[in-house]
């Protein structure tokens, strides 16, 4: 397993690792898809703050954060994703990112990191705890998406 910064030429791989999480699971309220140019383009944008973990050469998951909220005053603070590969659950490449991502957020001086996580993805809910996530709240049916509302989790990590 290898973890590194993410490059532009990873955007393709991060695409169909992202897209069925999209299209086929409630784990995001997003419901549009993510273009390569456009994850290309946030890989540019975010440098090494998005992270991938290759194994046998190919790309397995990433993470990264942005901004938690706009304005000087949140400038320490960031929310982060995560997403693997179906067949990369429990082999520990989760946790791996997550020590990369964390790494790279104290380095870059962040304090606080966010994780927003959808009610039903009790597995997530269960990786961050493990990981040292706090449960700060949850926010009732804030989330729309395949016909039904959907409470966000929100979990804090003090870097």
Not at 51 to 57: E, I, L, P, T
């Amino acid at each position: 397993m290898m973890i590194r910064p993410a490059t532009p030429e990873d955007a393709a791989a991060i695409m169909r690792i992202w897209n069925p999480i999209i299209r086929d699971t409630a784990f995001t309220f997003t419901t549009e898809l993510k273009t390569e140019a456009g994850i290309a383009a946030d890989i540019a944008a975010r440098g090494a703050a998005f992270q991938v973990c290759k194994r046998a050469g190919q790309v397995v998951g990433f993470a990264t954060y942005s901004p938690f909220r706009g304005g000087p005053g949140y400038a320490h603070t960031k929310e982060h994703s995560i997403m693997l590969d179906a067949q990369a659950h429990g082999q520990g490449t989760g946790r791996a990112l997550m020590a990369a991502l964390e790494g790279q957020a104290r380095a870059e001086g962040v304090h606080s990191l966010w994780a927003g996580i959808s009610g039903e993805n009790a597995a997530a809910v269960g990786f961050h705890a493990a990981l040292g996530f706090a449960h700060v709240a949850r926010l009732p049916e804030v989330g729309f998406k395949f016909g039904r509302w959907m409470d966000l989790v929100l979990m804090q990590k003090i870097l």
